[in-house]
């Protein structure tokens, strides 16, 4: 199982064991507010999905992590914590986050051939180390107006949010698709209505590249530049 860690969060691709986080996660009408299709209906529509994003390991390499707190003995570990050292939070943060892009080399050769040795009993349990999952989110092919993309994604638990979660898993997922897919564009299809989402790609350096009609939705498309 190949964990990539931030600060705060380890981040592992998803297994059959994880179904009912990601339907406590998606099954919630708070979660799924600016989600045109509403939250999952029941079980069976959260085992769909998450088979997908198995599948996406499996067959792309690249897909959905499960995203976790780390641990306070864990989060002692970090690159930044042994280096001892210092700055603000944010700081901090910003600085696990270029990391990333050094924790990510070699990654792609351990997903696409460690992965694909795990039998389907393997990916029926999820690991037991580590702190809650508080939800879902990375990278995902996706086709958008005819062109294949990374799509960014992520959904937290409520009690979650607002503790800056969000950008800091984006920013390792950001790190992965430009390190392993760097041809390929990392767009952020975001509701109009979804202020928080806008500010957060924002602050990881994505720029408005245009606003689209998206599952009958006005939405704007952010996209990660080549710098």
């Known amino acids: 199982m190949v964990v990539l860690r931030t600060e705060r969060l380890g ?3 998803p297994v059959i064991g994880d179904i009912a986080e990601v339907c406590a996660v998606h099954a919630d009408p708070e979660t799924s507010r600016h989600r045109p299709s509403g939250p999952d209906a029941d079980e069976r529509a959260s085992r769909v999905r998450l088979q997908g994003w198995i599948a996406d390991w499996r067959e792309r390499g690249i897909g959905y992590w499960a995203v976790r707190a780390r641990t306070p003995q864990e989060a002692a570990e970090t690159p930044a914590a042994r280096a001892g050292e210092s700055g603000t939070p944010a700081r901090a943060r910003a600085t696990a986050a270029r990391r990333t892009t050094e924790d990510a080399r070699g990654i792609g050769e351990h997903l696409g051939n460690r992965d694909r040795m795990l039998s389907g009993r393997g990916e029926e349990a999820a690991p037991g180390a580590g702190g809650e999952v508080l939800g879902f989110g990375g990278l995902r092919f996706h086709e958008l107006d005819g062109e294949e993309v990374l799509n960014l994604y992520y959904r937290f638990r409520p009690s979650a949010w607002g503790r800056g979660y969000a950008p800091e898993m984006a920013a390792a997922a950001l790190a992965v698709g430009r390190e392993r897919f760097p041809g390929v564009p990392i ?13 957060v790609a924002e602050r990881i350096g994505m720029r408005h590249d245009r606003t689209i009609t998206y599952v009958g939705m006005n939405s704007h498309v952010f996209l990660l530049g080549s710098s």
């Open 11 to 13: 981040l592992r691709r």
């Open 187 to 199: 767009v952020a299809i975001i509701r109009d209505s979804n202020l928080s989402s806008l500010k």
